[in-house]
Every structure is written in structure tokens, then in C-alpha cells.
T-cell receptor, first 113, second 113 residues
Framework: ETGVTQTPRHLVMGMTNKKSLKCEQHLGHNAMYWYKQSAKKPLELMFVYSLEERVENNSVPSRFSPECPNSSHLFLHLHTLQPEDSALYLC????????????FGSGTQLSVL | SQELEQSPQSLIVQEGKNLTINCTSSKTLYGLYWYKQKYGEGLIFLMMLQKGGEEKSHEKITAKLDEKKQQSSLHITASQPSHAGIYLCGAVPKMEYGNKLVFGAGTILRVKS
């Protein structure tokens, strides 16, 4: 148990569906991250929130919409996804500052049909 | 942008054997992290190296950082089935980016009993 909880663990959705991924951290951290992990590719940093403000958006398509209502919760809203968006979506949290280690959740395995 | 290349991509070792995984960066390293991942799950932090020549150990896993070579190695002594998984190295691209890690593609380790 890393202190970072993601739900759901598995999600299957059609291309016209709207769904949301949820992440909650119980570590008192003030930075949260979304990463995408596709087969045989490095983890891709999608979004970073620091002190509840978005500080990084790595050219992610608008069909992915993050939300960080407070320092403990992070959401990723999904709509009109494509099959190539199927991947493991990982949430992480850390303290802000230089070289603080990231704590990861178990991920949501997403399949887009 | 910084890239991390891991080698080998995968390896299979007999239980009890030693092994080494390498991580080479295309740019200067400002901190190098090692994580372990079980398939389809989140990343578990192993250790972080900050200075050239630094070496850290945890149980039977030792990591070293060669700053001049922009490289880190992870060595497992007397491998066990519990060591099986995906090992990922991560690095901070620039000093001012704090802990927005970029990752290598991972090394898949299988340990045969």
C-alpha cells in the first residue's frame, strides 16, 4: 500500500462514452501527477498539479481533462477517446521541491473499444 | 528532451544468479530514481541517487550512479523469484523541474526457479 488509491482498477469504454478516473492520496503531499503507460513505451507524463494549480500539460489531447479540487484528489475526465488511448493510467503524488520521490497508485487499466 | 535508455529490454535468469540492468541518459542527470513494477500495477520506489559515484543498497539490490557517463546501474545479487518484475529508471530533466520525472521503457526481469 503506497498511500495513493486509484479507482476503478479496470475500465472498458466505448469511443462515445464519458468516464472519469479518480485518484486519492493520504500522504499529505501537495503535488499530483497523471502518467500514461502504453505497451513497450516509456511512461508519459500527462499532467502535473502543484498546490492545486496545473503546472504541466504535455500536449495532451483535449479529450483528456484533468481536475484537482484539492491537494488530496485528482481526476481525469475522459470523453470521445480513441482505441489508441487504451493504456495503464497511473496517478502519483509527492511533496513539491527538488528531487522529491513520487509515490504511485496501482493504476487504472483502460480499454477503449 | 531527455531520454533514458535501459538495457537489456528483458532478461531471464536462473534463481541464485546475479544480474545488472543499465540506464543511460541522453543529457546530464540531476537525480536518478529506480522503481520496480509488477505487471499492470503501480511503481514501487526502490532508491534514488543524487551524486556522481553514489551507491545505495537495499537488501540484495545495489544501484550506482556514474555522473560522467550519465549512466546508472542496478545490480541484483543472488536473484530470487520475488525480484521478478519490471525495473524502471527515472530522471529529473532539469534542476528547476523538480520532480517531474521522465522514465526509461523498463527492463523486464524473469527469474526461473
Amino acid at each position: 500500500e503506497t498511500g495513493v488509491t486509484q479507482t476503478p482498477r479496470h475500465l472498458v469504454m466505448g469511443m462515445t462514452n464519458k468516464k472519469s478516473l479518480k485518484c486519492e492520496q493520504h500522504l499529505g503531499h501537495n503535488a499530483m501527477y497523471w502518467y500514461k503507460q502504453s505497451a513497450k513505451k516509456p511512461l508519459e507524463l500527462m499532467f502535473v498539479y502543484s498546490l492545486e494549480e496545473r503546472v504541466e500539460n504535455n500536449s495532451v489531447p483535449s479529450r483528456f481533462s484533468p481536475e484537482c479540487p484539492n491537494s488530496s484528489h485528482l481526476f481525469l475526465h475522459l470523453h470521445t477517446l480513441q482505441p489508441e488511448d487504451s493504456a495503464l493510467y497511473l496517478c502519483a503524488s509527492s511533496n513539491t521541491g527538488v528531487r522529491e520521490k513520487l509515490f504511485f497508485g496501482s493504476g487504472t487499466q483502460l480499454s477503449v473499444l | 528532451s531527455q531520454e533514458l535508455e535501459q538495457s537489456p529490454q528483458s532478461l531471464i535468469v536462473q534463481e541464485g544468479k546475479n544480474l545488472t540492468i543499465n540506464c543511460t541518459s541522453s543529457k546530464t542527470l540531476y537525480g536518478l530514481y529506480w522503481y520496480k513494477q509488477k505487471y499492470g500495477e503501480g511503481l514501487i520506489f526502490l532508491m534514488m541517487l543524487q551524486k556522481g559515484g553514489e551507491e545505495k543498497s537495499h537488501e540484495k539490490i545495489t544501484a550506482k550512479l556514474d555522473e560522467k557517463k550519465q549512466q546508472s546501474s542496478l545490480h541484483i545479487t543472488a536473484s530470487q523469484p520475488s525480484h521478478a518484475g519490471i525495473y524502471l529508471c527515472g530522471a529529473v530533466p532539469k534542476m528547476e523541474y523538480g520532480n517531474k520525472l521522465v522514465f526509461g521503457a523498463g527492463t523486464i526481469l524473469r527469474v526461473k526457479s
